[in-house]
T-cell receptor, first 114, second 111 residues
Framework: KAGVTQTPRYLIKTRGQQVTLSCSPISGHRSVSWYQQTPGQGLQFLFEYFSETQRNKGNFPGRFSGRQFSNSRSEMNVSTLELGDSALYLC?????????????FGDGTRLSIL | DAKTTQPTSMDCAEGRAANLPCNHSTISGNEYVYWYRQIHSQGPQYIIHGLKNNETNEMASLIITEDRKSSTLILPHATLRDTAVYYCIVRVPGTASKLTFGTGTRLQVTL
Protein backbone atom coordinates (compact mmCIF):
# COMPACT_ATOMS: atom_id res chain seq x y z
CA LYS A 1 0.00 0.00 0.00
CA ALA A 2 1.47 3.34 -1.03
CA GLY A 3 2.10 5.86 1.72
CA VAL A 4 1.30 9.55 1.82
CA THR A 5 2.86 11.29 -1.16
CA GLN A 6 3.81 14.94 -1.10
CA THR A 7 5.03 16.97 -4.03
CA PRO A 8 7.31 18.66 -4.62
CA ARG A 9 9.94 17.53 -2.09
CA TYR A 10 11.90 20.74 -2.30
CA LEU A 11 10.93 24.24 -3.31
CA ILE A 12 12.72 27.58 -3.37
CA LYS A 13 10.73 30.78 -3.59
CA THR A 14 11.29 34.47 -2.96
CA ARG A 15 9.44 36.79 -0.65
CA GLY A 16 6.06 37.92 -1.93
CA GLN A 17 5.51 34.90 -4.17
CA GLN A 18 2.87 32.29 -3.60
CA VAL A 19 3.19 28.51 -3.52
CA THR A 20 0.95 25.46 -3.79
CA LEU A 21 1.87 22.15 -2.20
CA SER A 22 0.20 18.85 -2.98
CA CYS A 23 -0.64 15.80 -0.88
CA SER A 24 -2.02 12.43 -1.92
CA PRO A 25 -3.25 10.46 1.09
CA ILE A 26 -3.08 6.73 1.64
CA SER A 27 -5.78 5.00 -0.37
CA GLY A 28 -8.99 4.90 1.63
CA HIS A 29 -7.96 7.67 4.01
CA ARG A 30 -10.42 10.54 3.96
CA SER A 31 -8.91 12.91 6.52
CA VAL A 32 -5.90 15.02 5.58
CA SER A 33 -4.06 17.31 7.97
CA TRP A 34 -1.28 19.78 7.28
CA TYR A 35 1.52 20.76 9.62
CA GLN A 36 4.44 23.17 9.58
CA GLN A 37 7.67 21.99 11.20
CA THR A 38 10.54 24.30 12.07
CA PRO A 39 13.53 23.82 14.40
CA GLY A 40 12.36 26.64 16.63
CA GLN A 41 8.62 25.99 16.84
CA GLY A 42 8.50 22.26 16.31
CA LEU A 43 5.40 20.74 14.73
CA GLN A 44 2.48 23.14 14.37
CA PHE A 45 -0.98 22.21 13.11
CA LEU A 46 -2.26 24.17 10.12
CA PHE A 47 -5.61 22.60 9.21
CA GLU A 48 -7.52 19.39 8.64
CA TYR A 49 -9.81 18.48 5.79
CA PHE A 50 -12.43 15.78 5.64
CA SER A 51 -14.87 15.22 2.79
CA GLU A 52 -13.71 18.40 1.08
CA THR A 53 -14.51 20.50 4.16
CA GLN A 54 -12.12 22.14 6.55
CA ARG A 55 -12.85 20.51 9.89
CA ASN A 56 -10.18 22.09 12.10
CA LYS A 57 -7.86 25.03 11.81
CA GLY A 58 -4.71 26.02 13.62
CA ASN A 59 -3.49 29.46 14.55
CA PHE A 60 -2.00 30.61 11.26
CA PRO A 61 -2.73 33.76 9.25
CA GLY A 62 -5.13 33.77 6.33
CA ARG A 63 -2.22 33.60 3.90
CA PHE A 64 -2.27 29.88 4.59
CA SER A 65 -5.17 28.08 2.97
CA GLY A 66 -6.02 24.65 1.75
CA ARG A 67 -8.55 22.53 0.01
CA GLN A 68 -9.46 18.92 -0.51
CA PHE A 69 -10.76 17.28 -3.64
CA SER A 70 -13.38 14.58 -4.02
CA ASN A 71 -10.64 11.93 -4.30
CA SER A 72 -9.28 13.10 -0.90
CA ARG A 73 -6.17 14.62 -2.42
CA SER A 74 -5.34 17.93 -0.82
CA GLU A 75 -3.44 21.08 -1.62
CA MET A 76 -2.27 23.89 0.57
CA ASN A 77 -1.45 27.36 -0.63
CA VAL A 78 0.65 30.07 0.94
CA SER A 79 0.38 33.54 -0.50
CA THR A 80 2.67 36.54 -0.07
CA LEU A 81 5.52 34.40 1.20
CA GLU A 82 7.63 35.66 4.08
CA LEU A 83 11.10 34.58 5.18
CA GLY A 84 9.54 32.99 8.27
CA ASP A 85 7.54 30.62 6.10
CA SER A 86 10.68 28.61 5.44
CA ALA A 87 9.88 25.22 6.91
CA LEU A 88 9.12 21.58 6.32
CA TYR A 89 5.43 21.25 5.43
CA LEU A 90 4.00 17.89 6.33
CA CYS A 91 0.78 16.24 5.28
CA UNK A 92 -0.79 13.42 7.28
CA UNK A 93 -3.74 11.22 6.46
CA UNK A 94 -5.93 9.02 8.60
CA UNK A 95 -8.98 6.79 8.44
CA UNK A 96 -11.50 9.39 9.52
CA UNK A 97 -14.44 7.84 11.26
CA UNK A 98 -12.22 5.32 12.99
CA UNK A 99 -11.35 7.28 16.06
CA UNK A 100 -8.40 5.25 17.21
CA UNK A 101 -6.46 5.17 14.00
CA UNK A 102 -3.27 7.23 13.91
CA UNK A 103 -2.19 9.79 11.36
CA UNK A 104 0.39 8.75 8.80
CA PHE A 105 2.78 11.35 7.50
CA GLY A 106 4.41 11.98 4.18
CA ASP A 107 8.05 13.03 3.91
CA GLY A 108 7.08 16.65 3.48
CA THR A 109 7.88 19.55 1.21
CA ARG A 110 10.88 21.58 2.29
CA LEU A 111 10.14 25.19 1.41
CA SER A 112 12.94 27.75 1.43
CA ILE A 113 12.21 31.45 1.07
CA LEU A 114 14.99 33.69 -0.19
CA ASP B 1 -3.98 16.95 25.35
CA ALA B 2 -1.91 15.84 28.33
CA LYS B 3 1.73 16.90 28.44
CA THR B 4 4.51 14.36 28.17
CA THR B 5 8.05 14.28 29.49
CA GLN B 6 10.80 12.32 27.77
CA PRO B 7 14.57 12.16 28.25
CA THR B 8 16.43 14.34 25.79
CA SER B 9 18.70 11.61 24.50
CA MET B 10 19.57 7.94 24.89
CA ASP B 11 22.15 5.56 23.49
CA CYS B 12 21.69 1.91 22.66
CA ALA B 13 24.03 -0.73 21.28
CA GLU B 14 22.96 -2.38 18.06
CA GLY B 15 21.16 -5.66 18.69
CA ARG B 16 20.14 -4.71 22.21
CA ALA B 17 16.67 -3.65 23.31
CA ALA B 18 16.01 0.07 23.38
CA ASN B 19 13.64 1.12 26.16
CA LEU B 20 12.32 4.65 25.75
CA PRO B 21 10.34 6.04 28.70
CA CYS B 22 7.59 8.63 28.67
CA ASN B 23 5.90 10.32 31.59
CA HIS B 24 2.30 11.47 31.17
CA SER B 25 1.12 11.92 34.73
CA THR B 26 -1.83 14.17 33.78
CA ILE B 27 -3.32 11.74 31.28
CA SER B 28 -7.08 11.44 31.44
CA GLY B 29 -9.15 8.31 31.15
CA ASN B 30 -9.92 8.47 27.45
CA GLU B 31 -6.54 9.66 26.18
CA TYR B 32 -4.46 7.28 24.12
CA VAL B 33 -0.67 7.10 24.08
CA TYR B 34 0.87 7.31 20.59
CA TRP B 35 4.50 6.94 19.59
CA TYR B 36 6.08 8.35 16.46
CA ARG B 37 9.65 8.67 15.32
CA GLN B 38 11.34 10.99 12.89
CA ILE B 39 14.49 10.17 11.04
CA HIS B 40 16.41 13.17 9.76
CA SER B 41 14.90 14.72 6.62
CA GLN B 42 11.89 12.39 6.67
CA GLY B 43 8.34 12.81 7.92
CA PRO B 44 7.26 11.40 11.29
CA GLN B 45 6.60 7.66 11.21
CA TYR B 46 3.82 6.12 13.27
CA ILE B 47 5.05 3.30 15.51
CA ILE B 48 2.35 2.16 17.91
CA HIS B 49 -0.47 3.33 20.16
CA GLY B 50 -2.47 2.07 23.13
CA LEU B 51 -4.97 2.97 25.83
CA LYS B 52 -4.22 0.82 28.86
CA ASN B 53 -3.21 -2.63 27.73
CA ASN B 54 0.25 -3.47 26.52
CA GLU B 55 0.50 -3.49 22.75
CA THR B 56 2.89 -5.13 20.30
CA ASN B 57 3.31 -4.87 16.56
CA GLU B 58 6.02 -5.68 14.05
CA MET B 59 8.00 -2.60 15.01
CA ALA B 60 7.80 -2.32 18.77
CA SER B 61 6.06 -3.01 22.05
CA LEU B 62 4.30 -0.47 24.21
CA ILE B 63 4.11 -1.00 27.95
CA ILE B 64 1.69 1.26 29.84
CA THR B 65 1.75 1.27 33.64
CA GLU B 66 -1.38 0.30 35.49
CA ASP B 67 -2.04 3.88 36.64
CA ARG B 68 -1.36 5.01 33.03
CA LYS B 69 0.92 7.79 34.20
CA SER B 70 3.88 6.52 32.25
CA SER B 71 4.76 4.22 29.39
CA THR B 72 7.77 2.62 27.74
CA LEU B 73 8.38 2.01 24.08
CA ILE B 74 10.52 -1.06 23.49
CA LEU B 75 12.45 -1.71 20.29
CA PRO B 76 13.47 -5.33 20.90
CA HIS B 77 16.57 -5.48 18.70
CA ALA B 78 17.72 -2.00 17.81
CA THR B 79 19.54 -1.44 14.53
CA LEU B 80 21.42 1.56 13.19
CA ARG B 81 18.33 2.43 11.16
CA ASP B 82 16.42 2.98 14.40
CA THR B 83 18.51 6.08 15.12
CA ALA B 84 15.89 8.84 15.22
CA VAL B 85 13.96 11.23 17.45
CA TYR B 86 11.12 9.42 19.20
CA TYR B 87 7.98 11.30 20.21
CA CYS B 88 5.43 10.23 22.81
CA ILE B 89 2.02 11.89 22.48
CA VAL B 90 -1.17 11.55 24.45
CA ARG B 91 -4.44 12.67 22.93
CA VAL B 92 -8.12 11.95 22.75
CA PRO B 93 -8.81 10.20 19.45
CA GLY B 94 -11.51 11.48 17.18
CA THR B 95 -11.29 15.00 18.52
CA ALA B 96 -9.37 17.75 16.84
CA SER B 97 -6.86 15.91 14.74
CA LYS B 98 -3.99 18.20 15.49
CA LEU B 99 -0.97 16.50 16.94
CA THR B 100 1.54 18.26 19.13
CA PHE B 101 5.03 16.83 19.37
CA GLY B 102 7.22 17.66 22.33
CA THR B 103 10.99 17.69 22.07
CA GLY B 104 11.18 13.88 22.03
CA THR B 105 14.08 11.55 22.77
CA ARG B 106 16.99 11.41 20.38
CA LEU B 107 17.97 7.71 20.25
CA GLN B 108 21.44 6.96 18.97
CA VAL B 109 22.08 3.33 18.09
CA THR B 110 25.76 2.48 17.96
CA LEU B 111 27.85 -0.47 16.81
Amino acid sequence: KAGVTQTPRYLIKTRGQQVTLSCSPISGHRSVSWYQQTPGQGLQFLFEYFSETQRNKGNFPGRFSGRQFSNSRSEMNVSTLELGDSALYLCASSLAGSEYQPQHFGDGTRLSIL
Amino acid sequence: DAKTTQPTSMDCAEGRAANLPCNHSTISGNEYVYWYRQIHSQGPQYIIHGLKNNETNEMASLIITEDRKSSTLILPHATLRDTAVYYCIVRVPGTASKLTFGTGTRLQVTL
